[in-house]
């Protein structure tokens, strides 16, 4: 069954440095999407994309963030200076179409540790 | 700002039992309420929808009530299997908006053989 792979499993990064956190979405799905959950919180939405575009944004998703589909197959995180409270998991989720939009198929996550 | 709550952190069923998981919500403009199923390690699965027009919806061994007067939705599992111990939450999606999932903080359903 496909599924969406998310790579890495687990981030470690200092304050103030830049990552990227990449997804591979379901191949022939075109909506993808990025939540974070922070220990013991609940999952928080992001970002969702479409047509090489951001379609809708949280306010989470403030300048350090950016997302980009840079190839037919990933789909990436970037958040630009980490700061400590950017310590979460972060999921990706795809969909074939928006009539189904409620229906998302998650990644397995990273998890994203700054120090 | 808590639009979907989930007032139980945990519950524990005996097999066989039924389990009735529980959630309220605040945004009348929801159009959509979902229960994902989560295992540790894995992302979060999709696990059964209801649609604001509808007050229930079954699949197998599952079933969504929705009280919209109430404002409150519940997931039932029967007959509950060890297999159905994970964490569970309750989602809601805005009507007009993109694929954005409101959760719930989750409950953990530990189902004892």
Redesign the interface.
């Given at each position: 069954e496909p599924e969406v792979t998310q790579t890495p499993s687990h981030q470690v990064t200092q304050m103030g440095q830049e990552v990227i956190l990449r997804c591979v979405p379901i191949s022939n799905h075109l909506y993808f999407y990025w939540y974070r959950q922070i220990l013991g919180q609940k999952v928080e939405f992001l970002v969702s994309f479409y047509n090489n575009e951001i379609s809708e944004k949280s306010e989470i998703f403030d300048d350090q963030f950016s997302v980009e589909r840079p190839d037919g197959s990933n789909f990436t995180l970037k958040i630009r200076s980490t700061k400590l409270e950017d310590s979460a998991m972060y999921f990706c989720a795809s969909i074939l179409n928006r009539a189904l939009d409620h229906e998302q198929y998650f990644g397995p996550g990273t998890r994203l540790t700054v120090t | 700002d808590q639009q979907?709550k989930q007032n139980s952190p945990s519950l524990s069923v005996q097999e066989g039992r039924i389990s009735i998981l529980n959630c309220d919500y605040t945004n009348s403009m929801f159009d959509?309420f979902?229960w994902?199923k989560k295992y540790p390690?894995?992302?979060?699965?999709?696990l059964i929808?209801i649609s604001s027009i509808k007050d229930k919806n079954e699949d197998g061994r599952f079933t969504v009530f929705l009280n919209k007067s109430a404002k409150h939705l519940s997931l039932h599992i029967v007959p509950s299997q060890p297999g159905d111990s994970a964490v569970y939450?309750c989602?809601a999606?805005r009507a007009g908006?993109?694929?954005?999932?409101?959760?719930?903080?989750?409950t953990k359903l530990s189902v004892k053989p």
């Open positions: - | 979907v959509y979902l994902y390690a894995e992302g979060p699965t999709f929808s939450f989602a999606k908006s993109q694929g954005n999932l409101i959760f719930g903080k989750g």
